[in-house]
């Protein structure tokens, strides 16, 4: 079992040792038991078991990196070395690079140990040349300067206390085995890499521990001798890889059996093969498809895995669908492969696992990039043997240098995933090797890309090496063992004060025309023959003295919205107003004054139902704001009146609602990317006019607060380390929040950083403000609201066009660990973020007013947003207590999936409101006000008639008219004197009002 954390060990929550108990019952139950993998991972806890997992590795787990010899060696044809096959192969054809001098380790081994000493690691892989060694593949040719080579380079290893892994064939086979026997294809082969084999464990075994055979046999049968994309580049006949792969599985049993009946007791070392394999996801539910993608990995790893790891022999599926094209082992062979094998060494990377594996060995299904699931298979269809990953990484563009942080994080997913197989799953995984240590040929990508730690100038006659942004985070991984829990990732316990603003937003609510039958005074007949009802024409009759003018509670979509708010136990509810559809000819003094009187409605009977209303007079939406119709044009914002205009329609707002609505945001979320710094101007301005009028003709009156509410997203540097991405973080930041907070929060000017990085540019784009703007605009806030959902990284290394911004210099990105849907889940970004505002406008009372998460609107268990809510809100928790931080309260987005698709507390099902599962884990973080340490006593909070204890609204505000809502309730009256009608079969009626007769 994996050590988690240093003492005492990382604290699990109930999910992980769920997990853990019940990987430990099925993993490595015999083989074929792989093909229950996909299956096991669907039923684990999500999103929990996504969650990036804190802890550290077993004590004296290794932490290894590799190189492979023709990649990085150069000294092709030096001190004696015979031409490989990758020699000839790189100046054949099209090729136009190659090997001859890749990084130059040949010359350059005491660079290369420093570089193992910067990075700590404890083991280092590299490979031996075979024709180094035996130029021509012989032992007769035996090369006394190669050996020397390596020799040299063990004691070099030795005296920085790291420990080799050797390879003994890494693609580069003599040439001239190639020539006089046609390679991996001759039966002969095989003896002489024995013989090779056995050289190499008496010259070097008495320090060498850890060996590897041959690597990847998978890519030398398939693609050197099937498709030709590598080293020798034959092909033509399909069946020949597999007469090539029977080879290699001789070879390699040739050389295990050697060392373990010559060296073994001697030296005490282990031996095995590198397999590499990719991963596949079924395309469908199917079993059908789960059988697919298991025939796909025993067509790619299982081809050299089974004879070893397994019976002897080959998978059977390869056999099935293979038939006579794959040569039969025999009785012996498969004797003398079974247990040929002490370690698996695994090899999972890009360039491996996925760019060489053919179409046609997936069998329909999809490709994934998953080391944990990989390391899983292989444990349950090999009966738990220990695993060594001895290579593992990622790719960039050849023309990146020392800032690679796509390699960077995609080395600490590979890594966490290792953690997690060995801490979750109960894998033993003995040890992660990065690859590599530095940049080099990398095969048929020739120079083409990068996948080292370290960068290496190949303009340079010493080819000069540096450490890459990712050689430094693996540092700092191997230093700490993994990734220890730190105290600012345990959750916080605690609550927050009684006045604390828990609510709900909603962009917008349902909006009823006109209200229900109670005040309709007309006469129907109704033709009991269709149901269907006639208003009979001229005019209504008497009105009865209990008639009256209709009342709020006649609209019954009001009654059960609200009822709908209530039952999340907030205290808030924020939601938008149409301005479009309130001014609808832009002049405040033409409203409709139907839509108004419903807003007052519903703003009326949410306080009577103990919720506050908080009113946004405009939403800003990408895809259009909701301006009223004749100033939606070309100019929209950049009209002149337009500002004077939304002034004018907020006075209207505050003078009508402003007796119900004590909170108010002017525009929510204006700070788009879309908008302009013309528009976004104009916006500031029309703010500050509606701040001005409220708090000038309104505030002493209605005692309301109002501001702005701004989309701010965290923003944090790729390389926490590092001042290069911390300054591109704070200008993605300043553009993007500070643009609007800092002219009203701060000094009435737009930032700093902003202004001198646009006059860096010459650009005049940004507005200037006149002085009597900066005074209209400064200081117009009441409190800081911010909606929040996501955090990205940034970096000023450009690694993808797609992503990048060019006018800020920065590249967008996401640490792949992150649980996406789509946007990832970063709670820790909603603490920085709130930091942020703290830092630069201290005592400002900070609200959370939009915080939320999309998912599948049909998962009405949705445990994505109920593990998103709980760790966002436990993040503001410490923003709180822990950091000072003035929140005042959070708002989780949003009420419904009908009007926000996606990011509901309630679904609906036939036009029916039902509650999610993240409801009711809400309700109960407010109903214990935040996180309560275990066993503290309940929070006595002043007695109101709040949400948790009132009706349904409904009924309070209407005694008897809870009746009514879904469904209309109306008294039937017959005309017996009236002969015509009796005569027709029709029934008039009228609809009364519950208590009295009818009319």
């Keep these: 079992m994996a050590h988690l954390g240093s003492v005492p060990a990382v604290r699990l929550s109930l999910w992980l040792a769920a997990i853990w108990a019940s990987s430990s019952s099925s993993a490595g139950t015999g083989g074929g038991g792989g093909l229950r993998t996909w299956g096991r991972f669907d039923k684990l ?33 030096k001190d004696g070395k015979g031409p490989s096959i990758w020699d000839t192969f790189s100046r054949g054809g099209k090729r136009v690079a190659r090997g001859d001098v890749g990084s130059d380790s040949y010359h350059n081994a005491a660079a290369d140990v420093r570089a193992l000493r910067q990075l700590g690691v404890s083991h280092y892989r590299f490979s031996l040349s075979w024709p180094r060694i035996f130029p021509d593949g012989t032992r007769a040719s035996l090369n006394p300067a190669g050996v020397r080579y390596y020799r040299q380079l063990l004691a070099r290893l030795r005296e920085a206390g790291v420990e080799p892994v050797v390879t003994l064939y890494h693609w580069d086979l003599p040439e001239a085995l190639q020539r006089r026997l046609g390679g991996w294809s001759h039966p002969r082969t095989a003896q002489l890499f024995r013989d090779y084999a056995d050289f190499c464990f008496r010259a070097f075994g008495e320090h060498v521990k850890w060996w590897i055979t041959i690597d990847n046999p998978f890519a030398v049968a398939r693609h050197g001798y099937g498709t030709g994309v590598l080293a020798p580049g034959i092909k033509g006949d399909p069946d020949l890889p597999y007469r090539v792969g029977r080879v290699l599985l001789q070879a390699h049993a040739a050389a295990w059996h050697t060392y373990d009946r010559v060296y073994r007791r001697r030296q005490g070392g282990r031996v095995s093969l590198a397999l590499a394999s990719h991963w596949v996801r079924p395309s469908r539910t199917r079993l059908e498809s789960l059988r697919e993608c298991q025939c796909s990995l025993e067509h790619v790893l299982g081809w050299f895995a089974s004879p070893l790891f397994g019976d002897g022999d080959y998978p059977a599926c390869m056999k099935a669908r293979l038939g006579a094209r794959l040569p039969a082992l025999g009785a012996g062979e498969r004797r003398r492969l079974r247990g040929a094998a002490d370690f698996f060494a695994l090899s999972h990377s890009a360039a491996l696992s996925f760019q060489l594996v053919n179409d046609s060995l997936k069998f329909g299904q999809q490709e994934d990039l998953d080391l944990r699931m990989l390391l899983y298979w292989v444990s349950a269809e090999y009966h738990r043997p220990d695993i060594f990953v001895v290579q593992s990484g990622w790719y960039v563009s050849g023309s990146t240098k020392t800032q690679d942080p796509k390699h960077m994080y995609y080395l600490k997913r590979f890594i966490a995933e290792a953690l997690k197989s060995v801490a979750v799953d109960g894998v033993k995984v003995l040890g992660y090797t990065a690859w590599s240590l530095m940049d080099g040929f990398e095969w048929h ?23 890459k942004t990712s050689a430094i985070f693996y540092k700092n991984v191997i230093r700490r063992n993994g990734f220890p829990e730190l105290p600012e990732n345990r959750p916080a316990r605690g609550v927050f004060p009684c006045d604390f603003a828990w609510g709900v937003t909603a962009n917008s609510i349902q909006v009823e025309s006109s209200p229900s039958q109670f005040a309709d005074r007309n006469v129907y007949t109704w033709n009991v023959d269709n149901g269907e009802l006639t208003r009979l024409e001229g005019p209504p009759p008497p009105t009865p003295p209990w008639a009256r003018e209709a009342h709020c509670a006649d609209y019954v979509s009001i009654g059960q919205q609200v009822d709908e708010i209530r039952a999340a136990g907030v205290s808030h509810f924020h939601f938008s107003l149409n301005w479009s559809a309130l001014v609808p000819t832009g002049q405040a003094a033409r409203p ?24 946004t007079l405009w939403h800003h939406t ?38 119900h609505v004590k909170m108010w945001i002017t525009l929510n979320e204006p700070n788009d990317e879309t908008v302009s710094y013309q528009e976004a101007h104009q916006m500031l301005r029309a703010h500050a006019l509606a701040w001005r009028a409220y708090d000038r003709d309104f505030r002493a009156a209605q005692g309301g607060q109002v501001s702005l509410a701004l989309h701010m997203d965290w923003v944090e540097p790729a390389y926490s380390f590092s001042r290069e991405d911390v300054e591109p973080a704070k200008r993605v930041l300043d553009f993007r929040v500070g643009w609007f907070a800092q002219p009203v929060f701060g000094d009435g000017d737009y930032p700093l950083g902003m202004r001198s990085w646009l006059r860096q540019l010459n650009s005049l784009e940004l507005p200037a403000f006149k002085e009597e703007d900066r005074l209209l605009v400064r200081g117009t806030y009441d409190f800081f609201a911010i909606s929040h959902f996501s955090t990205e990284l940034v970096t000023h290394a450009k690694e993808d066009p797609y992503t990048y911004t060019s006018s800020l210099e920065v590249q967008h990105m996401i640490d792949t660990t992150w649980i996406l849907s789509p946007r990832p889940v970063v709670p820790w970004g909603l603490r920085k973020a709130l930091n942020w505002v703290k830092e630069r406008y201290p005592h400002v009372p900070v609200y959370v007013m939009a915080n939320g998460v999309q998912e599948d609107a049909g998962r009405f268990k949705d445990s994505l947003r109920v593990f998103y809510l709980y760790n966002y809100i436990n993040e503001a928790l410490k923003a709180f207590t822990l950091d000072g931080v003035n929140l005042k309260g959070y708002f989780a987005y949003a009420l419904d999936d009908q009007r926000d698709p996606g990011f509901g507390l309630y679904g609906h099902v036939h036009r029916e409101a039902v509650a999610k599962a993240s409801l009711a884990n809400y309700r109960n973080i407010i109903r214990h006000h935040g996180f309560p340490a275990p066993g503290a006593p309940d929070r006595r909070c002043p007695a109101s008639a709040g949400p948790a204890s009132a009706g349904p609204a409904a009924a309070r505000l209407c005694p008897g008219c809870g009746a009514l809502s879904k469904r209309p309730v109306v008294g039937f009256l017959t005309l017996v004197g009236s002969a015509a009608l009796v005569a027709t079969g029709l029934v008039v009626y009228y609809a009364t009002r519950p208590g009295k007769s009818a009319y």
Excluded at 445 to 467: A, C, H, S, W
Excluded at 640 to 650: C, K
Aim: charged content about 20%; proline content about 9%; glycine content about 12%.
């Design 445 to 467: 990508r020739e120079y083409g890309i990068r996948r080292g730690l370290y960068y290496v100038d190949f303009n340079t006659p010493d080819m000069k090496r540096q450490p």
């Design 622 to 659: 990408r895809h259009g704001g909701s301006l009223p119709p004749p100033l939606d044009g070309a100019n929209r914002w950049l009209g002149g009146e337009t500002p004077d205009l939304f002034a004018d329609y907020a006075r209207l707002c505050f003078r009508e609602l402003g007796r």
């Design 592 to 615: 409709n004054a139907t839509l108004l009187g419903y807003y007052r409605c519903f703003s009326r009977q949410l306080l009577r139902a103990n919720v506050t209303p908080v009113v």
């Design 45 to 77: 806890p999500y999103p929990a078991d996504k969650a990036f997992l804190r802890g550290t590795f077993p004590p004296g787990f290794m932490w290894a990196v590799g190189t492979a010899a023709y990649q990085v060696e150069g000294a092709s044809d």
